[in-house]
């Protein structure tokens, strides 16, 4: 069965820096797309970015997210990881990592990581 | 970053039909690009409904088809149930087939 498993909620203070994960299982992680999704609180999806594990400098991110977030990704622990160096209020949101399938859709999404941020 | 725009709600009654468009640009849908649904039932995690315009996997009934044409597509659903009730996004690759953009949501009410 195809899983992503997520790191729990967690909570800081603005300027505080954050990583969070993202572990696949029961397919090969290295040969499919990851990509991470926010969801602000009662609000839709939006695209952040994503990685090729296989090869972990091949990323792409959405423009309004660029600079703002890193992801990265371990191909030899199935793990992949977006971070912040500096959270602000405006990042708290449910966070989503999902595999993206070579047609382009996201075929199984992660159980979601919450994030908040307030001091 | 373009989105895709979805009406934010549509409303029926049980029985009916609804359908929820999803218009894009010549950077995403009119590139010829599949367009992929979502659905999000309240306080869930989103699924994947209907990819490549107007598949369904397996877990999907028939009530629930897509078209896409030029740079829109759309979302039809038939005999509405009380459990359609959910958050419906449509998805699509803006530029490049790894890059993706969401529509803004539409939110179906059951009557």
């Known amino acids: 069965e195809v899983q992503l498993v997520q790191s729990g909620a967690e909570v800081r203070e603005p300027g505080e820096s954050l990583k969070i994960s993202c572990k696949g299982s029961?397919?090969?992680?290295?040969?499919?797309?990851i990509a991470w999704v926010r969801q602000k609180p009662g609000k839709g999806l939006e695209w952040m970015g994503i990685?090729?594990?296989?090869?972990?400098?091949?990323?792409t991110y959405s423009p309004s997210f660029q600079g703002q977030v890193t992801i990265s990704a371990d191909k030899s622990i199935s793990t992949a990881y977006l971070q912040w160096n500096s959270l602000k209020a405006s990042d708290t949101a449910m966070y989503f990592c999902?595999?993206?399938?070579?047609?382009?859709?996201?075929?199984?999404w992660g159980q979601g990581t919450l994030v908040t941020v307030s001091s | 970053q373009s989105m895709l725009t979805q009406p934010p709600s549509v409303s029926g009654a049980p029985g009916q039909r609804v359908t929820i468009s999803c218009t894009g640009s010549s950077s995403n849908i009119g590139a010829g690009y599949d367009v992929h649904w979502y659905r999000q039932l309240p306080g869930t995690v989103p699924r994947l409904l209907i990819y490549a315009n107007n598949n369904r996997p397996s877990w999907v009934p028939d009530r629930f088809s897509a078209s896409k044409s030029g740079t829109s597509a759309s979302l039809a659903i038939t005999g509405l149930q009380a459990e359609d009730e959910a958050d419906y996004y449509c998805q699509s690759s803006e530029s490049s087939l790894r890059a993706s953009v969401f529509g803004g949501g539409t939110k179906l009410t059951v009557l």
């Open positions: 999902v595999r993206h399938h070579g047609g382009g859709h996201f075929d199984s």
């Open positions: 990685i090729y594990p296989g090869a972990s400098d091949t990323t």
């Open positions: 029961g397919f090969t992680f290295s040969i499919y797309w």
